[in-house]
């Protein structure tokens, strides 16, 4: 073993240990530390044993015992333990050493940090890591952002650690400054919300107005995830849909219908609202698991509330084919939004993404990896300046034809009272999108009509506002600000 280690990892949780393993496993030394030392010993010991891991028993020790500049990753609870570490380990570093934080971070705390960082003469790394505990071990998709001084000293061990899409390109590549690297993360979470509610709600419809079996559906996702719609969230609910409990019944019958989350949906649907995008797949996605969480007021509501009796005529195996292309259209549409997301935090924070090598990072290990994504490599390959995947060839043919599957999905499960509050909202932002002239003249009317906050007219220059005085008794004073 070497006398000091490549690199440090503070957090010995399910995440920590399996990226310790796999950085070990590509030829480096790494050394661990945890708050509670009892997890080195047993780490080192046991699932470490025998391998280029030095197990430290305190914050200094940890230091002491890498090669410089230092590096050392936190695999901890994102908020204010971060915070914490930070200033614990502080006076233990030296100028030019690097902090890497690779939890669930917020974004603005991260913006936060590399400026008190870089202020200190020190390095930081604000980095997503997704794939889980599977991912972490065998090759996750990972996002680093930060001070890009920092990248050639970590640029080896982040990209050897990676998965690899086929042609071996690693699933890591530098997105931009301060918090790019956990804003990324943040819209790839989003995006897991969306896809995950989109999969459920065709698991409703199948269930509730088909009335087809756990094991019929397990083989109706067998086969979608041998097509376009292949995907690893695809392929575990496949998998889910077929996995019995020890009595012989479907594990997913008895689970509780309510969902949980740990924030990062909440904060890509109040960074839309931030930044005035609509997104409102996502938006839907979070609402939907808050709406889960009601369950004791779903149940008492479901004995007074009735919705129409479910009755479904048509031919069940071509209504199964028009889920399948209206979840597939659907899906377009969630990373549409979200791609329009990071186009208008990159203007707002002075970032330089590679929307298309971002793709490319989510093509393997990550949670939402899919054969899909290289189509969005693609569409920013041909105009990297394209303002929404939508106006894209393929995307925009692929949602023409399936367009009609589509709009019968929708309205036959809203005729039998099925919710898919995502399913319709994509159809309705695609619609929205399409639609050259929408009733906001109408709306910014009403604003003028009671607040005099002015409009523009379609027969004067954009940039011109006017105001009416509707009732004869407002006069002619207008609002000073005008928000579009």
């Known amino acids: 073993m070497k006398e000091k280690a490549d690199i440090g990892l503070v957090g010995l949780a399910v995440m920590g240990e399996n990226l310790v393993l796999n950085m070990e496993s590509k030829g480096y030394t790494v050394a661990v530390y945890n708050r509670t030392t009892e997890k080195v010993d047993q780490f080192v010991n046991g699932r470490g044993k025998g391998k280029n891991i030095i197990g430290t028993r305190s914050l200094q020790e940890l230091v002491d015992s890498l090669e410089r500049p230092r590096k050392i990753m936190l695999m901890v609870k994102a908020g204010s333990v971060v915070d914490a570490f930070i200033e614990q380990i502080l006076p233990c570093l030296d100028e030019g050493d690097i902090l890497i934080d690779g939890g669930n971070t917020h974004f603005p705390d991260t913006n936060r940090r590399t400026r008190f960082l870089e202020g200190k003469g020190l390095l930081y790394i604000g980095t997503g890591v997704s794939g889980g505990e599977e991912g972490a071990l065998k090759g996750p998709s990972i996002m680093p952002g930060g001070s890009k001084a920092a990248w050639p000293h970590v640029k080896d061990i982040f990209q050897s650690i990676a998965a690899r899409v086929p042609d071996g390109t690693p699933c890591c590549d530098w997105v931009g400054e301060d918090g790019a690297g956990h804003f990324v993360k943040m819209v790839h979470n989003g995006i897991e919300y969306g896809d995950m509610q989109l999969i459920c709600e065709a698991y409703q419809i199948m269930k509730d107005m088909l009335g087809m079996s756990a094991g019929e559906m397990h083989e109706v996702f067998k086969v979608w995830n041998e097509g376009e719609l292949d995907s690893y969230l695809i392929e575990i609910t496949r998998d889910i849909l077929g996995y019995k409990d020890e009595d012989g019944e479907p594990m997913v019958d008895k689970i509780l219908d309510t969902a949980g989350q740990k924030g990062t949906g909440k904060w890509t649907g109040v960074t839309a609202l931030d930044l005035g995008v609509p997104l409102t797949l996502i938006g839907e996605s979070v609402f939907s698991r808050c709406l889960s969480a009601q369950k004791d007021e779903r149940v008492e509501a479901s004995k007074i509330l009735k919705g129409p009796e479910i009755s479904f005529k048509g031919d069940r195996n071509e209504f199964i084919e028009d889920l399948r292309q209206a979840l597939y259209a659907s899906k377009k549409i969630s ?81 039998n009272g099925i919710p898919i509050p995502a399913l319709s909202s994509a159809l309705s932002y695609f619609d929205g999108y399409r639609c050259g002239r929408l009733p906001a003249n109408l709306l910014q009317a009403q604003r003028d009509y009671f607040g005099a906050h002015t409009y523009e007219r379609i027969d004067k220059p954009r940039g011109e506002f006017f105001h009416t005085n509707w009732t004869g008794r407002g006069g002619t004073t207008a609002s000073s600000t005008y928000n579009v």
Request: charged share 25%; glycine share 8%; net charge positive.
């Open 335 to 415: 990373y549409a939004q979200g791609y329009v997301l990071m186009r208008e935090a990159a203007k707002e924070y002075g970032w330089d993404l590679n929307y298309g090598g971002i793709a490319l990072m989510w093509r393997g290990g990550c949670i939402i990896r899919s054969a899909f994504l290289s189509k969005i490599k693609e569409a920013f390959d041909k105009d990297p300046e394209i303002k929404n995947l939508l106006m894209d060839p393929f995307f925009s043919e692929s949602l023409q034809k399936a367009q009609a599957s589509w709009r019968r999905v929708v309205a036959v499960a809203s005729e």
